[in-house]
C-alpha cells in the first residue's frame, strides 16, 4: 500500500489492488501545494471548503459525501469499490452535538482486513457506541490542532479509545498555515517515545509489516 500526506487533512491512498483513495480534498484558499492527482474514490467528512473541493481532482471518480448536502446529516454511506469497502459513522464538528459547527463523518475503510479510519473534523471524544461502530483500527488519520477539532490532548484520548496500530496526525498547523488558529503537532507528539518522522510526505509499506506497530508517523511537506 501507499500513502501520501497531501497536507490538511487529505491523504491520498492506493490499496494493494490499485483503487486510488483521496481524502478530504482541499482547494487553492488552502496554502498547501495544490492538489494535483488522478483520482478513484474521494471521501468528504463535511461540506467545509478546506475538506470538500472535489472540483480540484482529475479522473472518472466516485464522490462520497458524508453529509447530506440539504439537511447537513450524517449519511450512512456503505460502498464497496474496488478492493476496499467504505463505510461512514456518524459524529459532530464540535463538542456541542453539532450545535457551532455541524455534524462530521468518520470514514472506515476496510481493505479485506486490513482498517483505516479517518476522523474528519471530529470535535469530540468518542462515545462507546461510536467506539463500537468503528471497530478495529490499523491505521488511524486523526485531527490535533485544536480550535475546529479536537485537540491534542482529546486527541490522545481517542487514540487510547481507538487503540491503532499506527497514528497519522493530520489539521494541525505547518508553515503553509502559519496564520492558521491551530497547534502544531508538537503538543500531540510530547512523551511519545513511537514517533517516526519522514523525510518526505509519503510512504509505501506492506499491511503485514504494520500489524504488530505501535507508532505515530509525521510527514514532512
Not at 75 to 97: A, C, N, Q
Not at 122 to 138: D, F, R, Y
Request: hydrophobic content about 40%; glycine content about 8%; proline content about 5%.
Amino acid at each position: 500500500m501507499k500513502i501520501k500526506w497531501l497536507g490538511h487533512a487529505s491523504f491520498l491512498i492506493q490499496s494493494p489492488g490499485g483503487l486510488r483513495i483521496l481524502t478530504d480534498p482541499f482547494g487553492d484558499d488552502v496554502p498547501y501545494p495544490k492538489i494535483d492527482e488522478v483520482v478513484d474514490v474521494v471521501t468528504v467528512s463535511h461540506d467545509h471548503h478546506d475538506h470538500n473541493a472535489v472540483h480540484v481532482l482529475k479522473g472518472e471518480f466516485v464522490a462520497l459525501n458524508g453529509l447530506d448536502k440539504n439537511t447537513g446529516k450524517c449519511l450512512e454511506v456503505t460502498k464497496h469499490i474496488g478492493d476496499v469497502t467504505f463505510r461512514t459513522v456518524p459524529s459532530y464538528h464540535d463538542d456541542k452535538s453539532g450545535g457551532s459547527r455541524g455534524e462530521n463523518a468518520i470514514f472506515v475503510m476496510d481493505f479485506g482486513g486490513f482498517t483505516i479510519v479517518h476522523l474528519g473534523d471530529l470535535g469530540h471524544a468518542l462515545s462507546p457506541k461510536q467506539v463500537e461502530q468503528i471497530g478495529a483500527v490499523n491505521m488511524l488519520m486523526i485531527p490535533v490542532g485544536g480550535h475546529y477539532t479536537i485537540d491534542a490532548p482529546t486527541a490522545k484520548v481517542v487514540v487510547e479509545q481507538l487503540n491503532p496500530n499506527v497514528v497519522l496526525p493530520m489539521h494541525y498547523k505547518t508553515k503553509y498555515l502559519e496564520s492558521w488558529p491551530i497547534s502544531t503537532v508538537d503538543a500531540f507528539l510530547e512523551g511519545q517515545s513511537n514517533v517516526v518522522r519522514f523525510d518526505s510526505n509519503e510512504v509505501e509499506f506492506e499491511i503485514d509489516d504494520i500489524l504488530d506497530k505501535w507508532e505515530i508517523w509525521v510527514f514532512e511537506i
